[in-house]
T-cell receptor
């Protein structure tokens, strides 16, 4: 079965650069979540979208922005990168918005900021 | 206080053993609960959704105790392949956010 696709899988950037992470949800999934997982940490919720509209916001820094497009894929834009932004960024998708909808995670993008 | 708390372990158990993990949550209005497993440097994979009082899937049993606000995961007849970090996830009462525990590390030893 098709899964969540994330690209790129690995990204190396320098401080103060920008990065764009992409997420392609499972077909017919209309809800996307972004998470940041630092080394030895649990995934921290950043932001979510439902039907191309932002549905909730977590601990996303102001330097980051995201959107969901008409084909339901989502992009996380990160500017003025800092060393502390180095982490694994997961995207998850679900077939609806709400607590009973199970989330399925993509393989993640490993971002290293040097 | 974190929304979801788990004993980080590590739990080291022999093959064939039964092991149980607990997870407590702070929001009594939460209605949805999940267990995910995460292998090193990989994405979390859904193991079980927990509705009403509990759920069973083969060797895995999840139970929910709303009065005490905890969820448990029981693994019977542990296999080497069960070695992973088990993440407890709780949905917010608004349904738009999901809170992760820090995970419980399990190593099954031959």
């Amino acid at each position: 079965a098709a899964g969540v696709i994330q690209s790129p899988r690995h990204l190396i950037k320098e401080k103060r650069e920008t990065a764009t992470l992409k997420c392609y949800p499972i077909p017919r999934h209309d809800t996307v979540y972004w998470y940041q997982q630092g080394p030895g940490q649990d995934p921290q919720f950043l932001i979510s979208f439902y039907e191309k509209m932002q549905s909730d916001k977590g601990s996303i820094p102001d330097r980051f922005s995201a959107q969901q497009f008409s084909d339901y894929h989502s992009e996380l834009n990160m500017s003025s990168l800092e060393l502390g932004d180095s982490a694994l960024y997961f995207c998850a998708s679900s077939s609806g918005l709400g607590e009973y909808y199970e989330q399925y995670f993509g393989p993640g993008t490993r971002l290293t900021v040097t | 206080r974190k929304e979801v708390e788990q004993d980080p372990g590590p739990f080291n158990v022999p093959e064939g053993a039964t092991v149980a993990f607990n997870c407590t949550y702070s929001n009594s209005a939460s209605q949805s609960f999940f267990w995910y497993r995460q292998d090193c440097r990989k994405e979390p994979k859904l193991l079980m959704s927990v509705y009403s009082s509990g759920n069973e899937d083969g060797r895995f049993t999840a139970q929910l105790n709303r009065a005490s606000q905890y969820i448990s995961l029981l693994i019977r007849d542990s296999k080497l392949s069960d070695s992973a970090t088990y993440l407890c996830v709780v949905g917010s009462d608004t349904g738009n956010q999901f809170y992760f525990g820090t995970g419980t590390s399990l190593t099954v030893i031959p």
